[in-house]
């Protein structure tokens, strides 16, 4: 079983730039898709961006396309979140996520199983 501890979340001023990671322990973390989901106050849980076993395959939010980027190292066992032109409106709790079904990658909160404890993302304006 896979455990999950992200780090890297922190306070940023409009336009700034933070890169989450996702630390993963045991052996078989290549074995997972991962994804990135956020939760801000008073909202449900939204998918930010999910990527395959092999990091070849990539969905994103279209809140979030073009600024964020998702990537992973399988040799670490980390997947990461690179966020560039952070706005107010990424404000929240960011968790990753780690799903046993690579194909199609999942989208969905649901298909994931495995969460990290989240990360806080302010981005003050």
């Known amino acids: 079983q896979v455990q999950l501890v992200e780090s890297g979340g922190g306070l940023v001023h409009t336009g700034g730039s933070l890169r989450l990671s996702c630390a993963a322990s045991g052996r078989t973390f290549s074995n997972y898709a991962m994804g990135w989901f956020r939760q801000a106050p008073g909202k449900e849980r939204e998918f930010v961006a999910s990527l395959s076993t092999s990091g070849g395959t990539k969905y994103y939010a279209a809140s979030v396309k073009g600024r964020f980027t998702i990537s992973r190292d399988n040799a670490k066992g980390t997947v990461y979140l690179q966020m560039n032109s952070l706005e107010p409106e990424d404000t929240a709790v960011y968790s990753c996520?780690?799903?046993?079904?690579?194909?199609?990658?999942?989208?969905?909160?649901?298909?994931?199983?495995?969460w990290g404890q989240g990360t806080q993302v302010t981005v003050s304006s």
């Open positions: 996520a780690a799903s046993a079904r690579n194909w199609p990658v999942p989208t969905t909160a649901r298909e994931y199983n495995i």
